[in-house]
């Protein structure tokens, strides 16, 4: 709904992962005939979650892990993996580095040029075994990336920057034309971020696989706090949803809806689902898997803009394996781990037997705040591993 | 109300404890004047507060320590009065392990298999001495215990889980049959938690004689983090007593609304009599009393779901005695003590006499938070006895 | 502005000081053109604040203090300095005691009997040197007091308990016949606390001199949190004006409203005048000064509710003098010093040169809240005196 | 929107910048195709942010350096720089003095008197080298500086109190007369602050060449808490935009607003342009250069008003250059840094190519709290440099 914020001027009401909450059926499943599954195109995945191409989360050895679980990661192609052989070394020269030196030393890592041949061999080494795998790069490098990836195996090309539009102006360089980028190649294209139906639907248009979909989804994204831009994610999904919807009536293909970032347990995965996305990508959770490149430590990589470089380092875990992110059991009760065995169960416990039917559940505008008994309550804790 | 969250999509709006206030009465009571007792069916209880089937707030000697004051305590028949026969030892090695050991303490002392015949004892054992016993089991074992439950004397069953429907589907094993289950049993059967009007009007004709609501009542609840579901209480207590109303008018036959969980203060319970309910049931509070098992301990216990195990240990007390705890006098003046006696008190300031004349107070949307202050506050205050 | 918070039933929107701002005006005025003086009948007062019956904020000396400066504090005839000849070892016994012994060390104190005596000695005291005197008791001791508190020469009686209403039932005990009480007696009564428009009215129908306003103003109050009950100040005060008004309408007598409760700051009390209010009643912002009981002490009197003892004891200063509170300088920015300044400043600024207009100047609803960016900036404050 | 806060009273609904957030565009710039230019009648600046008139903030270094970057720093003729001539030996009394001791030592010094010739100084001083020289002063002293500032070659005169309007009432003294004021002088006039659709529309008729705007922004300005006064910025932005805009379509004469206070990310003078401001004024952020006055320190200044004193000292910085300021390369990814290369690039990724396109822009409502997220988020970071 709009409102008036000054005179005569409107703007809508947002809503995020905090502002609602699912409400139960009047029906419930048995957790075992719940089918979580989706597809891009004719591609099956049984693992609705995607993780985020971040080099604190996805390397090859990540990539493939992840790929055994019936999912798939994301290997960034614009970030270290590209850049060094050894990256073993990379990951131990930053984490030695002193509080007051990580940050330049990341800007100083992320200097390094791309080699073609890391890109190359990267996809590769993926693949072996038969895995699947994802790639991804910034709109600047798309074009010269697409290819190597493409002949050297890749199942899928993901052209990801913060704010993508299927127009961009510009005097100094030619922008990414996504019509003929995704006619061109033969593997399927993930185009994102974007938050608006009509963004969406043009980027549809463009011939995307899918879309991702997020764009400063929380009030500490740095997108909202540097640049003021952001949609919560629930009315952002739900927009796009709703282009993938007309335009499928429309056109009869089915593209998709991914959301991207915000979110932090199997409750907000589950809201995702629930405001109408098809699947959803996550960074920091699987940050905290041992499986992770430099398992319980995540960082800000280097982005296409000079202007606004990242460099911070966070410690996030390890708090457990990968299979127990994924599938549990949990030994924490916040939600943070086990977010495909949660997601089933709040399918099972909505009366949704499939992520279609789960598209369509109840949402209910919930309270989000009650500050003091929250950490009240975890201060009281005794016995937690940490 | 419901809002439009996303292009096409509406929400409800919900509303907890700390989003509405009582309204003083035009007309005020002495509290000696005021009422609180309630029914179910034929069965009249002073205590309007029933202690939730919880291993860290009922044993067999809270149970009979409970029911001598007028009220009823719930026995988890699938906790660990059911497991051992010893329990003080368990809660001893609970309480003697270490921090970063409690969590797999807790859940190996749940792997002990049930006994049926400690099932019998301890319901023997309340019932000495002519008190009221009242037992629970996830629907998965109701019908295993209910008739040991009812041979041995029990006076009330309960079947319990998270997210409790009429119906519900599995290949893998035949779902409790309510009406059966209902129908079959001499004692009186309460069911639940739900949260819906729909789902409460379909619990009620199975034969329940009181209905459990409350599924994520707070945005900290264990629930609303992990699966994303849940509605605040005020919400879910009114739409179930709607329901109550309805169905009483259609079928002449009263079936209790008991709000469960989220309260922690006198208020707490005030607003949900207020909401619509006939009673409450509260955790937390009794296991801070001297009387409970664990005295000052609380701790998550194992549930259905193996795929999200609970193994917390939190220190809540003990603060005051069960007499305290009920009827006061309190030391502490933030409304976590004297519960009967601010509930009392609250129906006397708002001219109820009656719980059903409570129901009908007025409500009003009260803004919830301000933070700061409340911490401050509590900073400073000197000379409390902890 | 009612909304639906259940299936069928509506609640009303409250609004407390955090939710609210005042607008500037288009005029605005010197300070000096500000007239802050109110009227209760006949009695006219410079000072629109009034210091509250506690016993941490009022006694003999302070109330003396008080009315030099233009105002009146109300001094609490249930209280200890009925209680006791000898105030001052009293205070060092409480101040005196151990963290964990205060709160029986204060309930102690005030099981000491009431003294008429003492009643008597203290009222001549305060009128010595033509001081205002006005007292205040509960409903229960209103009868037996008043008689000697005007032959003792009181100016002014308050009848003040929690939640007070024209009409309360008992067996037990004759509740105060509000009618014959304001008529029997010579001095004007002032009757609180309600905060609904009918009980407003029925209140000034029984002949009182004026309304105290104000029940659980907050969510952190203690009537809030053990009762549940309260509506925020705004609402409450705006609601009590308009009864007021409309009284006045009716019988062309004037009563004026006081709102009682909730206030920190000069910003608060300029938005309670702006909700409607003539005058305010402040504790804890005089407990802070040097001239009060124990200077820098406050503490939870015993009320009238044996259920509901307080007996808490918290430092809040002292911070600076009488004058300072009321007139300035004030040496810290957060508004809560100089009070009286404060509110004619804004006057001032808002263009309103007396109460009257104040009471008609334009409110704004405006977020209340950004915990972090406040805590941040108190952290990094340096060189501040304490 | 209004709502009714009490009965037969409404109230409007009003917006801060952590209630909104800007949409990103369907189209999208290259940042170097963005033009941030604006103008004062026919002067033109490069730079749209205006460094505010604070002690801490701007001195004739400052005024100097901030200039030749394409901007303008205002130099405050009421502060120290007309006070005393050697600074460097007051901000050293400052920053040296004990934490008891700041805030008095800090009133001490404003006490000093104002000479005219070192106001005269001051202004030579910015102009030598062809620099761009903006003064202000308080209304009370706007006449006898004006003289001095235009004859001393100033370019721009600032008049700024709290809350200014075109009408002041006082029987002690003359108020100044905006429009003889803006007649009189040469240089182009700014006046402010205020808030209202009413007063801006007033002020522009006085002649002013451009409004501040911003009243008590924040729920934690001072202006707020001890008076109670204050306006979102942005409603009061939007608001005061409406009455340029009118005022205009009427007259021809484009009066620019200028946003001043409550902005402390890139991304909160993001979403003042997009409210409607032409340019903003920020004081803290300048502060924290190594090029303020006292690098890393600010303070709260002298007022006119004796009865409000302000005199707190607060360390914040120095964090990076004034160039890092304005436009990077920033190392902390929260905003704080990279003011217009941030404003810039949220102007690109909106479609926004000038400021004009960037007040039409689209905000929407979003929810601004997540705190705990936020804190524990920032409590997680390893390698920060300080």
């Known amino acids: 709904m709009a409102e008036y914020i000054s005179k005569g001027r409107?703007?809508?009401k947002s809503y995020g992962f905090d502002d609602v909450a699912l409400v139960?059926?009047?029906?419930?499943?048995?957790?075992?005939?719940?089918?979580?599954?989706?597809?891009?195109?004719?591609?099956?995945?049984?693992?609705?979650?995607?993780?985020?191409?971040?080099?604190?989360?996805?390397?090859?050895?990540?990539?493939?892990?992840?790929?055994?679980?019936?999912?798939?990661?994301?290997?960034?192609?614009?970030?270290?993996?590209?850049?060094?052989?050894?990256?073993?070394s990379i990951y131990e020269r930053m984490l030695s580095s002193k509080r007051e030196e990580v940050t330049s030393v990341i800007q100083e890592i992320y200097k390094e040029p791309i080699k073609e041949e890391l890109v190359e061999k990267s996809i590769s080494s993926i693949k072996e075994g038969g895995n699947f795998c994802a790639v991804s790069s910034v709109p600047q490098n798309a074009e010269r990336f697409a290819e190597i990836a493409e002949s050297a195996g890749a199942d899928l090309f993901i052209v990801q920057s913060t704010v993508t539009t299927a127009r961009h102006i510009s005097k100094r360089y030619k922008a990414l034309d996504f019509d003929k980028f995704c006619s061109k190649l033969k593997i399927p294209v993930i185009i994102g971020n974007c938050v608006t139906y009509k963004t969406t639907l043009e980027l549809m248009k463009t011939g995307a696989a899918a879309i991702l979909v997020g764009i400063g989804p929380g009030a500490a994204c740095t997108t909202r706090q540097v640049l003021g831009i952001g949609v919560p994610q629930i009315t952002a999904t739900g927009d796009a949803a709703a282009a993938r919807d007309y335009y499928f009536k429309k056109t009869g293909k089915y593209v998709p809806i991914i959301t991207d970032g915000g979110m932090s347990t199997g409750g907000d995965?589950?809201?995702?689902?629930?405001?109408?996305a098809d699947a959803v990508m996550v960074g920091s959770a699987?940050?905290?898997?041992?499986?992770?490149?430099?398992?319980?430590?995540?960082?800000?990589?280097?982005?296409?803009?000079?202007?606004?470089?990242?460099?911070t380092l966070i410690q996030v875990g390890p708090?457990?394996?990968?299979?127990?992110?994924?599938t549990g059991p949990a030994w924490l009760d916040d939600g943070t781990q086990n977010l495909l065995g949660a997601l089933r169960l709040s399918m099972a416990s909505v009366g949704a037997d499939s992520i279609k039917r789960m598209q369509l559940t109840e949402l209910i505008i919930a309270p989000s705040i009650k500050t003091e008994g929250k950490v009240q309550q975890r201060q009281q804790r005794v016995g937690m591993g940490k």
Chains 1, 2, 3, 4 share one sequence.
């Open 269 to 276: 995965i589950a809201k995702a689902i629930a405001a109408g």
């Open 286 to 311: 699987f940050a905290k898997t041992k499986e992770s490149p430099a398992p319980g430590y995540h960082w800000g990589m280097a982005t296409s803009s000079e202007n606004l470089p990242r460099g």
């Open 319 to 326: 708090i457990c394996t990968l299979d127990e992110m994924l």
């Open 24 to 88: 139960p059926g009047d029906l419930t499943y048995d957790i075992k005939e719940v089918d979580a599954s989706w597809k891009i195109g004719d591609l099956e995945f049984d693992v609705p979650i995607i993780a985020a191409a971040m080099d604190g989360v996805v390397n090859v050895h990540f990539a493939r892990e992840f790929s055994k679980r019936g999912g798939f990661a994301v290997l960034n192609l614009d970030g270290i993996s590209s850049r060094f052989e050894d990256l073993s």
């Open 10 to 12: 409107k703007a809508r």
